[in-house]
């Protein structure tokens, strides 16, 4: 139980381009999603927190009109990644918050390069 | 000052030796306390969740010194499939937020 995945894993994209990443839980419903970025030999830094049916809640420094997240239903979260540039090349990764002891699942990772 | 600082890496290890990760954070309000392991290219997967009292699985053996906010893992009879990334995780409980420390590389030689 308790599965998380994600769409695409591995994706390149043109300088200028938007990208869509789905994050999905499987067998369970989470009102609540977290997105991660990670760069090459750092950690998880999380971006933005996502709630069933209301706005995402922005770390700070994470533009949110550049990353465009959507929770539209209890199983599903999606991440745009717009007007994508090379820096934004990274690992991203979503989690759902589990409904039992409030752990976090993590989804197999999506892998952005922006060229 | 970092939230959770865990020792540089990366850790060179023969196989079968012990080898001891080290974590400290910084607000002493947290509550959770994980250890993930984060295999190159892939996503964090939880090893195992730290007790107040001390708790083993297996090889592997975490403890958690709230005085001194420090938490420990150690890996006894290390094997080669042991190598990876070891993250240090905190959550305050009065959220939901994980917070990461930013990992030590270990690398088991045969």
């Known amino acids: 139980g308790a599965v998380v995945s994600q769409h695409p894993s591995w994706v390149i994209c043109k300088s200028g381009t938007s990208v869509k990443i789905e994050c999905r839980s499987l067998?369970?419903?989470?009102?609540?999603m977290f997105w991660y970025r990670q760069f090459p030999k750092q950690s998880l830094m999380l971006m933005a927190t996502?709630?069933?049916?209301?706005?995402?809640?922005?770390e700070q420094g994470v533009e949110k009109d550049k990353f465009l997240i959507n929770h539209a239903s209890l199983t599903l979260s999606t991440l745009t990644v717009t007007s994508a540039h090379p820096e934004d090349s990274s690992f991203y990764i979503c989690?759902?918050?589990?409904?039992?002891?409030?752990?976090?699942?993590f989804g197999p990772g999506t892998r952005l390069t922006v060229t | 000052r970092k939230e959770v600082e865990q020792d540089p890496g990366p850790f060179n290890v023969p196989e079968g030796a012990t080898v001891a990760f080290n974590c400290t954070y910084s607000n002493s309000a947290s509550q959770s306390f994980f250890w993930y392991r984060q295999d190159c290219r892939k996503e964090p997967k939880l090893l195992m969740s730290?007790?107040?009292?001390?708790n083993e699985d297996g090889r592997f053996t975490a403890q958690l010194n709230r005085a001194s906010q420090y938490i420990s893992l150690l890996i006894r009879d290390s094997k080669l499939s042991d190598s990876a990334t070891y993250l240090c995780v905190v959550k305050e409980d009065s959220n939901y937020l994980l917070i990461w420390g930013a990992g030590t590389k270990l690398i088991i030689k045969p």
């Open positions: 067998d369970f419903q989470a009102t609540t």
């Open positions: 730290v007790y107040s009292s001390g």
């Open positions: 989690s759902a918050l589990g409904t039992v002891r409030d752990e976090q699942y």
């Open positions: 996502s709630n069933e049916g209301s706005k995402a809640t922005y």
